[in-house]
């Protein structure tokens, strides 16, 4: 008899715990369900959270994922928009123009055939550098495995005389105070030259560029008419172009990417007035006043 009663007890505390695991699993059981949909459709719809416990905390942690993925998502979708619709304008430039040629033939007076052909070669230059600038936004990993130790002072001084080469009615006054950094020099370059690009688009002939290096911050005024208030937000955004800006030469990507390299480097790149009444533009990098020993001293 006392045989069966316990017996009996093993089998009711069986089937008890069963129940109370199937019904405590029964959480996880749907979030997996759930998840194994998402990875199914791609709908990226946040997850139900019910309650306080493991399990909702993990569905939290899920959903944190999901907002990012669909923002990255939407980002890449945004850039493949944009990218279409600024490409379409110079090819189309670039086929007419092809077209104009074969047609024409050998018809064609020289002096027109000339004004084609450097149309032509203009376009693919554009060309070109849209695409460069679309490859290096489209570039997700935060730093570039070639990183070190980048005298911005030399940096500063390389893209000036860059600038200087395509710019050479414009006078450009730097004062520059040595600075380090760690990071990636090709990419900081990069976002100096198109800046002091910007400047040198925007300054009336014979202008002034001034430039300066003082605790990481490089500053640089032109003597253009500046940047609407309106305007102002949205400079560095991909592709925007001011109105004034629309019939100058350019892909609207340049500060884009001078604001992708700065955050990158955990810099920040802001614009605004200049005292002269033109556009200033500030770019800040941490770092240090001198480079970091390579090795520690030797104490004796």
Same mark, same amino acid.
């Given at each position: 008899?006392?045989?069966?009663?316990?017996?009996?007890?093993?089998?009711?505390?069986?089937?008890?715990?069963?129940?109370?695991?199937?019904?405590?699993?029964?959480?996880?059981?749907?979030?997996?369900?759930?998840?194994?949909?998402?990875?199914?459709?791609? %709908?990226?719809?946040?997850?139900?959270?019910?309650?306080?416990?493991?399990?909702?905390?993990?569905?939290?942690?899920?959903?944190?994922?999901?907002?990012?993925?669909?923002?990255?998502?939407?980002? #890449?979708?945004?850039?493949?928009?944009?990218?279409?619709?600024?490409?379409? $304008?110079?090819? $189309?430039? =670039?086929?007419?123009?092809?077209?104009?040629?074969? #047609?024409?033939?050998?018809?064609?007076?020289?002096?027109?055939?000339?004004?084609?052909?450097?149309?032509?070669?203009?376009?693919?230059?554009?060309?070109?550098?849209?695409?460069? %600038? =679309?490859?290096?936004?489209?570039?997700?990993?935060?730093?570039?495995?070639?990183?070190?130790?980048?005298?911005?002072?030399?940096? =500063?001084?390389?893209?000036?005389?860059?600038?200087?080469?395509?710019?050479?009615?414009? $006078? +450009?006054?730097?004062?520059?105070?040595?600075?380090?950094?760690?990071?990636?020099? *090709?990419?900081?370059?990069?976002?100096?030259?198109?800046?002091?690009?910007?400047?040198?688009?925007?300054?009336?002939?014979?202008?002034?560029?001034?430039?300066?290096?003082?605790?990481?911050?490089?500053?640089? %005024? %032109?003597?253009?008419?500046?940047?609407?208030?309106?305007?102002?937000?949205?400079? +560095?955004?991909? +592709?925007?172009?001011?109105?004034?800006?629309?019939?100058?030469?350019?892909? *609207? =990507?340049?500060?884009?990417?001078?604001?992708?390299?700065?955050?990158?480097?955990?810099?920040?790149?802001?614009?605004?007035?200049?005292?002269?009444?033109?556009?200033?533009?500030? +770019?800040?990098?941490? *770092?240090?006043?001198?480079?970091?020993?390579?090795?520690?001293?030797?104490?004796?």
């Amino acid at each position: 008899m006392c045989f069966l009663i316990g017996l009996a007890g093993i089998v009711a505390a069986g089937a008890a715990g069963w129940v109370v695991a199937r019904n405590g699993l029964r959480p996880v059981r749907r979030l997996t369900s759930d998840v194994e949909e998402i990875a199914r459709t791609e %709908d990226l719809r946040p997850l139900p959270v019910e309650g306080d416990d493991e399990v909702a905390r993990l569905a939290t942690a899920f959903n944190q994922m999901l907002a990012s993925l669909a923002a990255s998502r939407d980002r #890449q979708r945004r850039l493949v928009a944009d990218a279409g619709h600024e490409l379409r $304008t110079p090819l $189309t430039s =670039l086929r007419t123009n092809i077209d104009l040629l074969t #047609q024409a033939g050998t018809g064609l007076p020289e002096e027109a055939r000339g004004e084609l052909l450097a149309d032509v070669r203009a376009q693919i230059e554009e060309l070109t550098t849209l695409v460069g %600038d =679309l490859v290096e936004l489209a570039r997700d990993d935060p730093m570039s495995p070639v990183v070190g130790t980048v005298e911005l002072h030399e940096v =500063l001084d390389a893209a000036l005389a860059r600038v200087r080469r395509r710019a050479p009615g414009l $006078t +450009f006054g730097i004062e520059a105070e040595p600075w380090y950094v760690e990071g990636e020099a *090709g990419a900081i370059e990069r976002a100096l030259t198109n800046l002091l690009d910007n400047a040198a688009k925007w300054s009336p002939p014979s202008g002034t560029v001034h430039v300066s290096l003082a605790g990481g911050v490089v500053t640089i %005024d %032109d003597e253009g008419s500046g940047i609407d208030e309106a305007d102002l937000p949205h400079v +560095f955004e991909r +592709f925007y172009r001011a109105t004034e800006s629309r019939t100058m030469p350019g892909s *609207g =990507l340049g500060l884009a990417i001078v604001a992708q390299v700065a955050e990158r480097h955990s810099g920040t790149v802001t614009a605004g007035r200049s005292p002269s009444g033109g556009t200033r533009m500030t +770019f800040a990098l941490p *770092g240090a006043p001198a480079p970091k020993p390579s090795a520690p001293p030797a104490y004796a």
